[in-house]
């Protein structure tokens, strides 16, 4: 079965570059999520989109911004790297924004800010 | 806010022994209840959920959890424990708007032969 496609699997920056991660979700899902997890914790919500509109905010810094487009893949821009960002980010996809629907995660982009 | 916590942050258990990872959470409204299992270097893969009806939940790999309204609980528990099961294991709920999930600050999970 399709499953979420997130690139690029690695990424490494310096300070005050940007970055772009992409994320690819499951055909027909129009829900994406972004997820941050820094090293030894748990994911941190950052943003979401349904049908192409932002649904949801969380923990996002102003720094970073993020759209889902046409297609429905979804890129999250992150401006001025720190090296707090360094980080393991986490798209995942659901068939619907409702809170039953199953997120499916992909495998995550590591990146890592020098 | 819907939270949940997590007890124990590593648990080590024998290969063929019971697992049990406990979860808790807080909310003022009916929860969604998930568990997600993470490998190293891997996304999360979800193992169960509760969202409404029976309250014990089957997953996969022979993995079980019982939404306890009364203990404000949704324990994870699998019968006999295998070595292919050492990983990182989150609790989640939905929140109120927009369903993102929220974590707990997972359990390490150890099989020992």
């Known amino acids: 079965a399709a499953g979420v496609i997130q690139s690029p699997r690695h990424l490494i920056k310096e300070k005050r570059e940007t970055a772009t991660l992409k994320c690819y979700p499951i055909?027909?899902?129009?829900?994406v999520y972004w997820y941050q997890q820094g090293p030894g914790q748990d994911p941190q919500f950052l943003i979401s989109?349904?049908?192409?509109?932002?649904?949801d905010k969380g923990s996002i810094p102003d720094r970073f911004s993020a759209q889902q487009f046409s297609d429905y893949h979804s890129e999250l821009n992150m401006s001025s790297l720190e090296l707090g960002d360094s980080a393991l980010y986490f798209c995942?996809?659901?068939?619907?924004?409702?809170?039953?629907?199953?997120?499916?995660f992909g495998p995550g982009t590591r990146l890592t800010v020098l | 806010a819907q939270s949940v916590t997590q007890l124990g942050s590593h648990v080590s258990v024998s290969e063929g022994a019971l697992v049990l990872l406990r979860c808790n959470y807080s909310s003022s409204v009916p929860p969604y209840l998930f568990w997600y299992v993470q490998y190293p270097n891997q996304g999360l893969q979800l193992l169960l959920k509760y969202t409404t009806g029976a309250t014990l939940v089957k997953g996969i790999n022979g993995f079980e959890a019982e939404f306890k309204k009364s203990e404000t609980s949704f324990h994870l528990t699998k019968p006999s424990a295998h070595m292919s099961d050492a990983a990182e294991y989150f609790c989640?709920?939905?929140?109120?708007?927009?369903?993102?999930?929220?974590f707990g600050k997972g359990t390490s999970l150890l099989v020992t032969p």
């Open positions: 989640a709920v939905t929140t109120l708007s927009g369903y993102a999930l929220n």
């Open positions: 055909p027909r899902h129009d829900t």
């Open positions: 989109f349904y049908e192409k509109m932002q649904s």
């Open positions: 995942a996809s659901s068939p619907g924004v409702a809170g039953t629907d199953t997120q499916y």
